[in-house]
């Protein structure tokens, strides 16, 4: 076995339209930056669904959501323990940590919430590791220097799902003069907007939530520090590093500021499925794709550095590392064309050219509610065109039946060709 490790950061809740590599220019993310500049960004990628165990799902077996799981196949962490690696999950999510297959995990770390937490309330950016994200990554940096063979090393943080607690400075620095004064809270907000609602409020949250941002960022650099530090240390150890999220946080887009309750009414718009997910392998080229990438792409990415069989036969989700390789200049993995993120009661589908959302109200005898919105130009689903393109909307709807059937049986990598008019219509 050669002397290759994999390093997988996931922070909960982090959309990738608050990072500068993905186009935001307002918010100063140079960690993020930096990683960027070293690896491949999947510029489109998207979540499957908005709950956290079918993202795991995906992260851990290579599974969309739609995708049965066959018998004799591992989890990612099986198969690397069984190939000799030693592997560590460090995370501060329950559900995570209790998650059917992180006991393969050898050594499983839990950070558990400090109620003592300053918060939000605190006067400057100083005290980053008071945080409960401090606490998590200070943690993870500690376990990674003390390493002494290849390993799978597995970072889940609650991230904005957790305590809002970034030094107030952090998110005052995001005000303008004439601005209120940044709020203090520091559990996540969770409201429905209502008609008319202050557009203050909502700037606040906003600052807030740039505030945890920029938390990030700071230990994302700090992370990757280590994790560079303790590769120069290993004699010639490589270290494939992966940074991704499993869903986003609607911060008043379409009316929501936050999660439901329950994951099935979460609204599947872009704002909580576009994630960032980077891939920097040592020596690897700087590049972006416009292939979609889906979360599954990650395991399978993970499991072909490490040489790990995954048995990618029938499955949607592929290994990235092709499109790392210095000699590569264009894409060498087939486009995918379309990807699909699913709930109890909805269905969103997204092509080269559309985003169509179907929502099939909970309650029985309801008419199902079509929208449809024009990519790439809609960045954010703001503007929806279903009643003028209604032939769309109906090859939308016959590609996700077409889709579902091939996932049921497994033969998703076979998905034929969709109509031009999904992928190149001409406008």
């Not at 960022?217 to 280590?226: F, H, N, S, V």
């Not at 029985?364 to 279903?386: I, M, Q, T, Y």
Request: glycine share 8%; hydrophobic share 45%; charged share 25%.
């Amino acid at each position: 076995m050669g002397r290759r490790s994999a390093v997988v950061v996931v922070v909960d809740r982090l959309g990738a339209g608050f990072l500068g590599p993905y186009g935001n220019t307002w918010l100063d993310t140079p960690h993020w930056n930096r990683l960027a500049s070293e690896s491949l960004l999947v510029e489109t990628a998207l979540a499957d669904s908005a709950d956290l165990g079918d993202a795991y799902r995906a992260l851990w077996r290579g599974l969309h959501r739609l995708e049965p799981a066959l018998e004799g196949e591992r989890s990612l962490a099986e198969l690397a323990a069984a190939a000799g690696y030693e592997t560590l999950l460090v995370s501060d999510e329950p559900a995570v940590i209790d998650y059917r297959d992180a006991s393969a995990f050898e050594t499983r770390v839990q950070i558990d919430a400090d109620r003592d937490a300053a918060g939000a309330s605190s006067g400057d950016d100083e005290g980053l590791t008071d945080t409960q994200l401090g606490r998590l990554f200070a943690e993870a940096i500690a376990r990674i220097g003390q390493l002494q063979s290849p390993a799978l090393v597995w970072v889940h943080a609650r991230g904005m799902s957790g305590p809002w607690d970034a030094p107030y400075a952090m998110r005052r620095r995001f005000a303008d003069d004439e601005d209120p004064d940044p709020p203090d809270f520091v559990d996540p907000p969770r409201y429905d907007v209502a008609e008319g609602a202050d557009p203050d409020e909502l700037l606040g949250v906003v600052q807030a939530y740039a505030g945890q941002v920029a938390l990030v960022d700071a230990w994302l650099g700090a992370l990757l520090e280590a994790i560079d530090s303790a590769a120069a240390d290993a004699d010639a150890n490589e270290t494939l590093v992966i940074v991704t999220s499993p869903r986003g946080y609607p911060l008043g887009e379409h009316g929501r500021v936050g999660p439901q309750d329950d994951p099935a009414r979460d609204a599947l718009y872009g704002e909580l499925l576009q994630v960032p997910l980077l891939v920097r392998r040592p020596g690897g080229a700087l590049s972006r794709t416009q292939r979609f990438g889906q979360l599954g792409d990650a395991a399978m990415t993970v499991a072909d550095w490490l040489g790990l069989d995954m048995q990618p036969a029938g499955r949607m989700a592929g290994s990235l590392l092709a499109l790392t390789e210095p000699e590569e200049s264009t894409d060498v993995l087939a486009p995918r064309q379309i990807a699909l993120a699913s709930s109890a009661n909805q269905w969103s589908v997204r092509t080269s050219a559309w985003m169509w959302r179907e929502s099939n109200p909970l309650n029985a005898g309801h008419e199902s509610h079509h929208e449809l919105f024009a990519k790439p130009d809609d960045r954010w689903e703001a503007n929806e065109v279903a009643s003028r393109c209604r032939d769309v909307v109906e090859k939308m709807i016959a590609a996700a039946e077409v889709f579902e059937q091939a996932a049921r049986r497994r033969s998703l990598d076979r998905l034929a060709p969709l109509d031009v008019e999904l992928v190149a219509p001409f406008r």
